[in-house]
């Protein structure tokens, strides 16, 4: 996700530190960089002209050009006008909405709002939320079916009344059932066309007025850069024209996005900001936009609240009381190595899960490698796990020589595929010991962070 745009930048600010003083000639050259970074990650134009000027003007101030950390100084300031590109409003939905919040999905054939619907519906059952989705797309082949089925894989009621094929009844139905059946929120899944025409914005305003949403969410492709955004500003003005616009955007396919224009060119284009992020195909990768978040990746600093919110979600309170009893008394095993690398499969994709530690992506050999890395890799570590005796996997210190030649050979792989796992499972075991070691809390914190500073990965 954004690899692109992240390695260019990363890219410009090591070449700044690589100056002990900095001067407007080498500011300017980096500020040339970054701009054609800009531009080909496909943000629009007079956004970037915008940022860039802003950016200029700070960067070369007295207090930066004297400073003595002046290529920090550059990053932060480059930070700082990143995240006033996407304004202070918080991703998610309004705050303080009436009860039944009603959420009108919009967009383009093809943007995926059918599928965003569910995603949201699970989010919203997430945060202990009770939502009813509906159907007003009566013209696409199987529309209504296929939200039925994605509903089921979520476990969230459907509105779905037989016969009923007119899209104002069948939302205002659904509204009604609503308020009638307990449910505080009710998802509209509206019908989309190829283009933006009088017929399906008059069916928009028809819908509108019989629900009265209280968000309207705008779903586009971001791997369709400038012309998801230009839809949505379409969108937005023709909608504002009869009533009130488009108020957050869900980028879709932000995973699959290595440019990332779309997502700093909405604020500044649409006017409006974004609301949730699609970052994978699986129901729960789907998630509030956070604007810091995504700059700190951008700029090779990680993100970590993501990855624990992630590993949160992946990992239940029991099974985290567990794996913390058993690294404090010195007990994990490899049968425990196992299950974590299980657990790490369940945070989505392995390369996103790398890219969200702080200096990953900063490293030009390890990028390389998490282009490779893929689920396969995984599942021969457990198979190489599964070629191991119970006695073995209790204690590793048992696998000499010869007991590594048979588990390769009952495993399919090479004695230098067990060494390696072995390898990452000690030191595993050391980074687990260090974060509950002597004098548990901080202390252990500190030393958790000597270990990992000092490491080359």
Known sequence: MLDTLSTRLQDVFRSLRGESRLSEASVDAALREIRLALLEADVNFRVVKAFIDRVRVKAVGDDVLRSLTPAQQVVRIVRDEMLALFGDVTGGLTEGARKPRVVLMLGLQGSGKTTTSAKLARWLVQQGRHPMLVSTDVRRPAAIEQLSVLAGQVGVRVHDPEGELDPVARASGALAATRQLGFDTLIVDTAGRLHIDDELMTELDAIAGAVEPTDRLYVADAMTGQDAIRSAGEFHARMSASGAGVSGVVLTKLDGDSRGGAALSVVGVVGVPIAFVGVGERPQ????????????????????????ERAEGALDQESREKLEKKTRLDDFTLDDFADQLRTIKKMGPLDQVLGMIPGMGAMKDLNAQRAQVDDGQVE?????????TIEERRNHQLLNGSRRKRIARGSGTKVEDVNRLLKQFVDMRKMLKAMSGAGGGRKGKRRLMGMLGGRQV
């Open 380 to 388: 021969r570590v457990q198979a190489i796990i599964s070629s191991m």
């Open 285 to 308: 990768d789907f998630e509030p936009f956070h604007a810091d978040r995504l700059v700190s990746r951008l700029l090779g600093m990680g993100d970590i609240l993501t990855l624990i």
